[in-house]
């Protein structure tokens, strides 16, 4: 079963869109560039902040596989 939660209260972005996102990146490029267009794409991150440690884990973990 897919893993899916809530990551962002903010602004209701979850996993699965998270994970959605990062489909065309791949883990040879760099985490902090790969942050700002899954911000980009799911507007996560962009309130209070507070989830702002779980996404970057989450592409960690999504892009080493
Ligand atoms: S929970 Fe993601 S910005 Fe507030």
């Known amino acids: 079963m897919k893993e899916n939660y809530i990551v962002c209260n903010c602004m209701q972005v979850s996993y ?32 209070c902040g507070g989830c702002y440690q779980k996404v970057l884990d989450i592409i960690s973990e999504v892009l080493m596989g």
């Open 16 to 47: 699965s869109d998270i994970a959605d996102a990062l489909h065309n990146h791949n883990k040879m490029e760099d985490v902090m560039e790969v942050f700002k267009d899954v911000q980009n794409v799911t507007h996560c991150s962009t309130g």
